[in-house]
């Protein structure tokens, strides 16, 4: 029997590939380049799942995303939050005084200014943070140090220099895990999200109508983006996600009066809330 696999971007050690062994230790983590390559392993079968940054409370949505769900055959069943943790790492007999450079995705070098001004060092920009760990501990100099989860620096053999040097401490992503196969949540069984996108129609008010029933039905919206489709100012598309089960009497009925001021309309997931929601 073949084992079961999940496929995530990044390098190995990134944390997409933490929150995948967390959750999922059962299976094969799958490292892919980009998220196009990610959506795309699922979808041709050569893996089962995928794991997915959508949100980041410091930097927002996560880019692109949101342009590969609405076209992708693939359905959201579940959702996990990850405490983003960094940790300074180099090569075995690196120290905080031989550093002189320290290497990362832009972001984790945005998101650990405080440390790296406090020292003095140089920020390079690397593809992403994994990929920085091993191109520290492949350079072997003791000048270089990676900003990198802590998973990074056991694949890699590097030390730990310092950990947790991020500056704030409510940095968490959001990832939601992908399937080929529709596995709704059943209603009734705890707190669901339901996940949706659609398109309003190119009237006057159209988007108040249609988000109308949501208010008057007492369904609690805790999403709701827009960005452009097609290249055309006036095909605005949204994304938006609910507390509820499209079961549900309200939802149902808000859906309902949904379709009135919209076209296309498609829910992307119906799966359990992450009890991190109710922190």
């Not at 980041?56 to 880019?63: E, I, K, P």
């Not at 920020?123 to 520290?136: F, L, N």
């Not at 983006?225 to 609910?242: N, R």
Request: charged share 20%.
């Amino acid at each position: 029997m073949t084992a079961r696999r999940i496929a995530y971007q990044g390098e190995p050690g990134a944390n997409s590939h933490l929150i995948s062994q967390r959750h999922y230790p059962d299976l094969e983590a799958v490292p892919c380049a980009s998220f196009e390559d990610v959506f795309a392993t699922v979808e041709r079968g050569d893996a089962d799942l995928a794991m997915i940054p959508i949100d980041n409370t410091l930097a927002g949505r996560v880019a692109d995303i949101h342009h590969f769900l609405p076209t992708s055959r693939l359905h959201i069943v579940a959702e996990h939050f990850l405490r983003i943790q960094f940790t300074l790492m180099a090569v075995p007999g690196a120290t905080l005084d031989s550093i002189e450079t320290v290497h990362s995705h832009v972001h984790a070098l945005g998101q650990c200014r405080r440390i790296i001004g406090m020292h003095g060092w140089r920020p390079i920009i690397s593809g992403d943070t994994a990929g920085a760990a091993r191109e520290v501990a492949e350079a072997g100099d003791t000048s270089q140090a990676a900003i990198a989860p802590p998973l990074a620096a056991e694949i890699y053999g590097l030390e730990v220099l310092a950990s947790d040097v991020e500056d704030e401490d409510h940095n968490t992503t959001r990832f939601v895990v992908l399937s080929p196969d529709e596995v709704r949540a059943p209603a009734g069984n705890g707190p669901v999200v339901t996940s949706f996108i659609f398109n309003v129609r190119n009237l006057p008010a159209a988007l108040y109508k249609a988000l109308g029933g949501f208010a008057t039905n007492g369904v609690n919206m805790t999403k709701l983006e827009s960005y452009m489709v097609g290249g055309e100012f006036i095909a605005t598309q949204f994304l938006a996600e609910v507390d509820g089960h499209p079961t549900d009497p309200g939802l149902a009925r808000a859906l309902e009066e949904l379709a009135f001021f919209t076209t296309d309309v498609k829910i992307l997931g119906v799966y359990p809330a992450d009890p991190f929601r109710s922190r």
